[in-house]
């Protein structure tokens, strides 16, 4: 298994922006960000295919997330723009061996997760 450790939560204001960080212990075929508000399902808003830099996106995020890697393919990032309340849960790194996907229910097929990192977004 490969171990996910994430950083770089915090709370900031609407409107702000936040850039969270994951280290992974071993490079994984697919890597994704996927978040939990309380009370609510995990939702998978980002994905990235280590091989060739594909990027995925949930429609809610689409043009205020960016998700990325560094050139040993074992740490990845999540820019996050122009938050919202909306934005506020627990986000989790996780990695997955054959398909990284963002649709609903998608967070399933992930193998390895972090701990997560909260996020908090003040109104």
């Known amino acids: 298994a490969v171990q996910l450790v994430e950083s770089g939560g915090g709370e900031v204001q609407a409107g702000g922006s936040l850039r969270l960080s994951c280290a992974a212990s071993?490079?994984?075929?697919?890597m994704g960000w996927i978040r939990q508000a309380p009370g609510k399902e995990r939702e998978a808003v980002a994905s990235i295919y280590t091989g060739d830099g594909t990027t995925h996106y949930t429609d809610s995020v689409k043009g205020r997330f960016t998700i990325s890697q560094d050139n040993a393919k074992t740490t990845l990032y999540l820019q996050m723009n122009s938050l919202g309340p909306e934005d506020s849960a627990r986000y989790y790194c996780?990695?997955?061996?054959?398909?990284?996907?963002?649709?609903?229910?998608?967070?399933?097929?992930?193998?390895?997760w972090g701990q997560g990192t909260q996020v908090t977004v003040s109104s």
């Open positions: 071993a490079s994984s075929y697919c």
């Open positions: 996780a990695a997955a061996t054959s398909w990284c996907p963002v649709h609903k229910g998608a967070d399933r097929y992930y193998r390895d």
